[in-house]
């Protein structure tokens, strides 16, 4: 079993940053990859990043790269997600989530979930 909880959000202007922050718990959860999503109002859920427990390769979509940093915190079992030059369509609720694959961007893989947080940026 694995627990996650997300915090951090906000409302935020165009261009400004927030940090979200996952606790992750339970004895299964360093043999699990973490990875961000996002899902906005009528849309799909999305992959953000991820990264392992054990590696320093994380993995982004496109559209994260040069703006999203993840990382981790193994000590205290926390994955963050800073997330700089906001834009309004980055508003969403953002799911932190543990799958058994690594490397996986797909949703279907990811076995436990968070209850969200949501993101606002404003114009």
């Known amino acids: 079993q694995v627990q996650l909880v997300e915090s951090g959000g906000g409302l935020v202007q165009a261009g400004g940053s927030l940090r979200l922050s996952c606790a992750a718990s339970?004895?299964?959860?360093?043999?699990?990859?973490i990875g961000w999503f996002r899902q906005a109002p009528g849309k799909e859920r999305e992959f953000v990043a991820a990264?392992?427990?054990?590696?320093?390769?994380?993995n982004y979509t496109e559209s994260a790269k040069g703006r999203f940093t993840i990382s981790r915190d193994n000590a205290k079992s926390m994955v963050y997600l800073q997330m700089n030059s906001l834009k309004p369509e980055d508003t969403a609720v953002y799911y932190c989530?543990?799958?058994?694959?690594?490397?996986?961007?797909?949703?279907?893989?990811?076995?436990?979930w968070g209850q969200g947080t949501q993101v606002t940026v404003s114009s």
């Open positions: 989530a543990a799958a058994f694959f690594s490397g996986s961007r797909v949703a279907t893989d990811y076995r436990y």
């Open positions: 339970g004895r299964a959860v360093v043999w699990h990859y």
């Open positions: 990264i392992s427990w054990h590696d320093d390769m994380p």
